[in-house]
């Protein structure tokens, strides 16, 4: 767990520091931190499909820094905040669309290898990844509607962020139990039949 949120330290360095009448540093302390993470877990040894948000994340504030300091006063930028939730639902959706969840590569560090290409531990993963996905969605549509209505409702937008945050957070840590519990039920159903059948 604690991979996934040192995985959004960039879009956390960015919500301190950027305000809504200057994204600057905001932009640039995202870019500084993203890069570092991605020098960081690639020197550890670290695959590209672990660094799935990292290198995202660099993406991301390579464009928002550009943009901030080309064009300071783009109308663009009291949005930021749903900038930063539209481009992470983005790259959970792109994840998904292409068949590997950016959830997958953190997940086979904690996982032994023997469960690495089971449909059990890709299905877990598509149903994690796509519960960020989704609060990524959220998320972004809400503050967007927010800022516009009015863009100093500062309570409303932490509220939101924390709320869609938390959320999946919650679903990572419990839902693989949930799930692999299922299976075994199914499983152990499944024989049962069989055995019955057999027996018949």
Known sequence: ??????????????????RNDDWRN???????????LV???????????EMV????????????????????HSSLMPYGAALVDAWLALTAFGSLAVRRPFTLGMARRAAPESVWKTPLFFKINVAITTAWA??????AVALTVLIHQDPKALVAAIVIKTV????????TIRYPEIAQARFFRAEAAAEQAAAQRAAA
């Not at 604690?2 to 950027?18: E, K």
């Not at 905001?26 to 570092?36: K, Q, S």
């Not at 989704?134 to 998320?139: G, I, R």
Request: cysteine-free; glycine content about 6%; hydrophobic content about 65%.
């Open 26 to 36: 905001g932009a640039l302390a995202g870019l500084l931190v993203a890069v570092i």
């Open 39 to 49: 020098v960081i877990d690639r020197r550890s040894g670290k695959k590209w499909d």
């Open 1 to 18: 767990m604690i991979r996934y949120l040192v995985s959004f330290l960039p879009w956390i360095a960015y919500a301190v520091l950027a």
């Open 164 to 171: 869609t945050f938390v959320v999946p957070v919650v679903f």
């Open 53 to 72: 948000i990292e290198v995202s994340a660099a993406v991301f504030f390579t464009g928002i820094t550009l943009l901030s300091f080309l064009s300071p």
């Open 134 to 139: 989704l609060s990524f969605a959220v998320a």
